[in-house]
């Protein structure tokens, strides 16, 4: 079964923290968004390994809802 994990909130993704392969825990932080000048962290809801990265660094104008990372 596989998890999507989305963005919450629209804004530039600032640093991806996994990779296609890594295993995650529930909460470790997968991603933090910059949402006018704050962080948003966006945590993993479930145990599983990475097997899709669909955002990267510094990218900009994410809307809400975005398929960020998928988890297996």
Do not use: C, R, Y
């Amino acid at each position: 079964m596989t998890t999507e994990v989305k963005t919450t909130v629209p804004g530039n993704i600032w640093k991806v923290l996994v990779k296609e392969g890594d295993s995650v825990k529930k909460d470790d932080a997968l991603f933090i968004m910059e949402v006018m000048k704050t962080e948003v962290h966006h945590n993993s809801p479930v145990d599983g390994k990475v097997i899709q990265v669909n955002i990267h660094n510094d990218q900009e104008a994410v809307e809400p809802g975005t398929v960020a990372i998928i988890i297996e």
